[in-house]
């Protein structure tokens, strides 16, 4: 007898909240219900008195945030009659989007900027089928070659988070984070590249405000690397430069919905260097065995810096989303001696306990 397991994942699972055609086929991998880790060792070791906690958003079937919008956006590109998913990516969206095509029978375009992609997110893309595409220029270039190109052309679906349905996906990980919690936290931190994610997750509190699954708002808050900050500098970035690969942007496509978000919620826009965050991986992966992407790391480490200002407050509950898996983008151990950290003895039962 053949048992018929439900499929599940966001378009399923929120669908009445979505915006979708009621006959739409679903189109998912499981995506969504990652986890919200409280991070009790991590606060005591950096003297915090807060409730921190990480929605891990790299237990996403590709290892991040992307899923949950493209699961939604490739449901409804199936049902408009869509042959051919189209995307500029640093990394991440390339990689969702090519395996949400392969789950829906669908070709995929994406355009990615030399040089500039960690070499995980390249393997997925590749592993996954898509026709790739490297320009000779930056995410920017790219994300106004792919509007000029789908504006043209009824048989693509852009994909990047310009479309709506992106960020209809990407809210429910507010309805998550309420659900578990019982109510919205005080702050929510996010990384800031393209500016979708976060006006995705206020939208998304907003709406869970409405359906009761939560009777207060958070505050939002964006951190961008101090290499890539539009936000900071009032103006778009022309050469953004930051380790993180996810967020070097300097032309944020979802500009005004993000200062939006902030401003809707008294949040604010922060950056930290390219330093400040490598130390807050380091922080979070060995105190509490998370091991994030770059981009991610912005957040924790933003969360240090506005509560050593202040204005983050004692006792608070907050969320950080940790936007990708550290698997994504492993060329960040170059940043650490990591050979010091391994040592080379022959095997022998003495030299290796001498090493406990």
């Known amino acids: 007898m053949r048992i018929e397991i439900p499929q599940d994942g966001v378009v399923i699972r929120w669908r ?49 945030f992307k899923d949950r919008g493209m699961a939604v956006a490739v449901t409804e590109a199936l049902h408009n009659g869509a042959k051919t998913l189209l995307c500029a990516s640093t990394g991440n969206t390339s990689a969702a989007a090519a395996a949400y095509a392969a789950r829906a029978g669908l070709a995929c375009v994406v355009l990615i900027p030399e040089g500039k992609i960690a070499s995980g997110k390249l393997a997925q893309a590749i592993m996954y089928g898509a026709t790739i595409i490297q320009i000779k220029g930056n995410f920017d270039q790219g994300m106004q070659l792919v509007k000029e190109i789908s504006s043209e052309r009824d048989d693509i679906a852009l994909v990047n988070s310009v479309n709506p349905m992106r960020l209809e996906g990407q809210k429910t990980a507010s309805f998550e984070i309420t659900t578990s919690l019982g109510r919205a936290p005080e702050y929510h931190v996010l990384p800031v590249g393209n500016a979708g994610n976060i006006s995705a997750y206020w939208k998304g509190y907003v709406q869970a405000k409405q359906i009761g699954l939560s009777d207060s708002l958070p505050r939002m808050v964006g951190y961008q690397a101090s290499g890539a900050a539009p936000f900071i500098h009032g103006a778009i970035v022309e050469s953004p430069e930051t380790i993180a690969t996810a967020i070097r942007i300097g032309n944020p496509q979802s500009w005004q919905l993000a200062k939006d978000a902030v401003s809707q919620s008294n949040g604010w826009f922060g950056s930290q260097t390219d330093q400040e965050l490598i130390a807050a991986l380091k922080y979070l992966s060995e105190s509490e065995g998370i091991f994030c992407e770059p981009a991610s790391a912005i957040s924790i480490a933003g969360v240090i810096e506005s509560y050593k200002r202040g204005v983050i407050k004692k006792g608070a509950t907050v969320v950080c989303t940790l936007t990708g898996n550290g698997l994504k983008d492993t060329a960040i151990i170059d940043q650490y001696d990591y050979k010091n950290r391994i040592a080379v003895v022959e095997p022998e039962y003495h030299q290796i306990v001498s090493r406990f």
């Open 16 to 64: 009445e909240y979505l915006g979708l055609p009621p006959q739409a086929k679903a189109i998912g991998l499981g995506e969504g219900n990652t986890p919200l880790i409280h991070l009790e060792q991590f606060c005591q070791k950096h003297e915090l008195d807060l409730e921190l906690y990480v929605k891990f958003e790299g237990l996403n079937p590709t290892g991040s």
